[in-house]
Nanobody
Framework: QVQLVESGGGLVQPGGSLTLSCAAS????????RGWYRQAPGKQRELVAT???????NYADSVKGRFTISRDNAKNRANLQMNSLKPEDTAVYYC??????????WGKGTLVTVSS
């Protein structure tokens, strides 16, 4: 019942910044948390950051202090501000929404490439 569309991926130099955005539609009233996950080539998908309806956040150790997750409820969006990007941040980034009935929804992903 929830549809998610990511945007903002692209090519950025090491040390640069990039902001990802995820638009949600459908049964948005049922969402209790939003998140960003990523999958690098040859690696398992991993959690990057999550944010709940009470603004509690959780970050992977590898991105804490560099990435910030936020919600824009008026626009039904979840954003990920990425600073001080490293080549190892290169991955497909997936938007996630978790709902009150314990369902998890995913976007199709947006590619972030960090390279000089």
């Amino acid at each position: 019942q929830v549809q998610l569309v990511e945007s903002g991926g692209g090519l950025v130099q090491p040390g640069g910044s990039l902001t990802l955005s995820c638009a949600a539609s459908g049964s948005i009233f049922s969402i209790i948390s939003r998140g960003w996950y990523r999958q690098a080539p040859g690696k398992q998908r991993e959690l990057v950051a999550t944010i709940t309806n009470d603004d509690s956040t959780n970050y992977a150790d590898s991105v804490k202090g560099r990435f910030t997750i936020s919600r824009d409820n008026a626009k039904n969006r979840a954003n990920l501000q990425m600073n001080s990007l490293k080549p190892e941040d290169t991955a497909v980034y997936y938007c996630n929404a978790f709902t009150v009935d314990s369902r998890s929804y995913w976007g199709k992903g947006t590619l972030v490439t960090v390279s000089s």
